[in-house]
């Protein structure tokens, strides 16, 4: 193996490197500090990270006054795939992955909860939207624009400003369809977000109201959210139709 490459393999090796990359990937020229705030790592182990993958060619960086900016070199990476990917059949490689990726996503559990309200679909819409409403019924404010590709939080009602889930607004129909992407900022780094549909159909004075919640990691997380939606589309319920919110929060119950 040519020495260049040699050490292209043995930079990738290391998980903390592939993910400074991908990070490079994403947004590049980033200074050290940026680097270390995403790692939550001291800037001389992130240095010493660096100066690997700058010695594999893959990292380059360019004074800016005071500062030095980190820059992604795919070169390496193209020179890798044309020796070890390039030489197979990639139609046939192509379609291996694609039926992986089915196959994994197919092993993902989704749960679906209905739910039958007297109430109008813009006013369900608006209890979905408004962080006033759902900090009562939720215990969390819901905070966004809710227009597509905005940011959303659901952030705590103690005044703490910490959102335990955030996300991206994939779709937003007003008053008929919201589509959220869900994830915890202080999970994992490299979690995959799940995705919640609400779909809300109008009958004769009363909304149905489907949430249907996909890409969940786990058993354990669809056991969560199964007691959680039920919980809290109970006090939604409640407050649209009554005013006012169960007497204690559903989620608290044994």
């Known amino acids: ?58 990292v380059s960086s360019v004074r800016r006054g005071r500062e030095k900016l980190h820059y992604l070199n795919p070169v390496p990476l193209h020179e890798m795939r044309e020796r070890w990917v390039n030489r197979f059949e990639q139609p046939r490689l192509r379609m291996l992955s694609a039926v992986k990726r089915r196959a994994e996503e197919a092993m993902k559990p989704s749960f679906v909860y209905v739910t039958y309200i007297h109430a109008t679909p813009e006013q369900v819409w608006h209890a979905l939207t408004d962080p006033e409403l759902t900090g009562q019924y939720w215990g969390h404010r819901n905070e966004s624009d809710w227009n597509k590709g905005s ?19 994939i779709e937003a129909v007003p008053p008929k369809r919201l589509v959220t992407t869900w994830f915890d900022p202080n999970g994992p780094k490299d979690q995959e977000p799940s995705r919640a549909t609400f779909d809300i159909e109008a009958h004769e004075g009363i909304v149905r109201l489907t949430v249907t919640h996909e890409d969940l990691p786990d058993e354990k997380a669809h056991q969560d959210v199964s007691g959680g939606w039920a919980a809290v589309l109970s006090n939604l319920k409640s407050l649209l139709e009554t005013g006012h919110v169960l007497p204690r929060a559903p989620w608290e119950m044994p």
């Open 1 to 58: 193996m040519p020495p260049d490459l040699d050490k292209v393999f043995k930079a990738l090796a290391d998980p903390t490197r592939r993910y400074l990359l991908d990070q490079l990937r994403e947004d590049n020229g980033q200074t050290l500090g940026e680097l270390c705030r995403r790692l939550e790592m001291t800037r001389q182990s992130a240095t010493q990270h660096l100066a690997v993958l700058e010695a594999a060619n893959l």
């Open 151 to 169: 940011r959303w939080a659901h952030v705590r009602t103690d005044g703490s400003g910490i959102a335990d889930v955030e996300g991206e607004v």
